[in-house]
């Protein structure tokens, strides 16, 4: 393997010396899946669930008995793009790792199987299909699930910002998913989300067809006693340092997310000479960096939030967590203009996962976006 040059990676994949802990998580991610059960990943966004996901998906027990497919529906806004999505994951998958069952999988798609082509060099099928070419969904994602009931392995299907789907315009998709995914007998899923509203009424209320259907796996921060040390040893590993101190206040500025905390480190270590010592201007300074190089994607977001939700918005981001957001107290402080007005402005913020609410505390949900704000407003 290449040697890194910077151990605090914030793009693919993650090799496990460079992975920080997940030990109960990843462990009891490989149980579920062993045991025959579904799992819930509920985070707020870029905590780590592709991350602990891709790392169990690695894990000898899993990667060398199982068939693992990973799809992120986030930009999706339809079941034909859903479908389209999960097709050609499973091809783009299965090819390198059996030739068979690849051709099984276009023989199995008959609806859209005279849609394929052919490499010229290597003279095998490529998924060629475009999406306007998948006519009836619904019958393509049938094909999907029988195919994968068929498997010669059995089958661990992850999907990334599963909320997704119940903002798709068609009706019933969440019972037409449950019903596909209940006859497969060798296969697992893993839902993974980010809003937590949405995910925990899909899987919690009895009303919904996921209802208590998977085990829910809250993805938290991981603890300062661990990620902190991490750090430091990272550093010291490429004959750099950093003081304990130092890693602490970024920590508790971003509250244990973790991708921004590697990325204000993987910065601040590219900035930090051999034998060097990393200091709090070195940290400063990535993160003044990482504010303004998102200062127009901020902007556009702005852009698009009705006056009365940028006020709420503005407190909350100016009190980084607010608990009782429709206390009078609260209200006025911000010169905020009614509970009402706040409860339907908190209702489209959450809505739009803008804002985040964990047991009772609500928080701008992208950190990095709530500095801005506080730093703009303030």
Same mark, same amino acid.
Not at 108 to 118: E, P, Q, T, Y
Not at 230 to 253: C, G, S, T
Not at 271 to 276: A, L, P, V, W
Not at 336 to 349: N, P, R, W, Y
């Given at each position: ?152 392995? /059995?089958?661990?299907?992850?999907? $990334?910002?599963?909320?997704?789907? &119940?903002?798709? +315009? =068609?009706?019933? %998709? ?34 919904? /067809?996921?209802?208590?259907?998977? $085990?829910?796996?809250?993805?938290? &921060?991981?603890? +300062? =006693?661990?990620? %902190? ?150």
């Amino acid at each position: 393997m290449i040697p890194k040059n910077n151990p605090f990676i914030v793009t693919g994949k993650i090799e496990p010396e460079y992975f920080c802990d997940r030990v109960n998580e990843s462990a009891r991610l490989v149980k579920s899946i062993i045991n025959g059960n579904n799992t819930v990943i509920i985070s707020p966004r870029r905590m780590g669930k592709t991350g602990l996901i891709r790392f169990c998906y690695d894990k000898p027990e899993i990667g060398t008995h199982y068939y693992t497919f990973f799809i992120d529906i986030l930009h999706t806004s339809s079941l034909r793009e859903f479908t389209y999505l999960l097709g050609h994951e499973i091809y783009k998958t299965l090819l390198p790792r059996s030739k068979k069952m690849a051709a099984h999988f276009i023989q199995a798609l008959k609806s859209i199987s005279g849609k394929f082509g052919f490499d010229a060099t290597s003279g095998t099928p490529t998924f060629s299909v475009k999406l306007g070419e998948i006519e009836q969904p619904e019958y393509t994602l049938e094909e999907i699930f029988q195919y994968l009931s068929q498997a010669d392995k /059995p089958c661990i299907v992850a999907i $990334d910002e599963f909320q997704q789907i &119940a903002k798709y +315009p =068609e009706k019933n %998709i969440e019972a037409l998913l449950r019903q596909h995914i209940q006859k497969i007998s060798n296969g697992n899923f893993i839902f993974a989300g980010s809003e937590r509203h949405i995910m925990q009424e899909m899987f919690t209320s009895s009303a919904r /067809p996921f209802y208590h259907s998977a $085990d829910i796996l809250d993805l938290r &921060a991981i603890p +300062p =006693e661990i990620y %902190i040390p991490f750090i430091v040893q990272n550093f010291e590993k490429y004959n750099r340092h950093i003081a304990p101190e130092v890693v602490r206040r970024v920590y508790d500025l971003f509250k244990g997310h973790t991708y921004y905390i590697q990325k204000t480190f993987n910065e601040a270590f590219a900035d930090t000479d051999d034998g060097g010592t990393c200091t709090s201007e070195t940290v400063n300074s990535a993160i003044d960096n990482m504010i303004e190089s998102n200062g127009t994607i901020f902007r556009e977001i702005l852009s698009n939030i009705p006056e009365k939700q940028k006020e709420l918005l503005y407190a909350i981001a100016k009190e980084e967590e607010v608990e009782g957001i429709n206390s009078a107290a609260f209200i006025k402080r911000h010169s905020l203009s009614s509970s009402s007005s706040v409860q339907s402005a908190t209702k489209k913020l959450l809505a739009k996962d803008i804002i985040t609410e964990i047991n009772g505390l609500y928080s701008v949900t992208d950190k990095l976006f709530g500095m801005w704000i506080k730093r703009l407003y303030s």
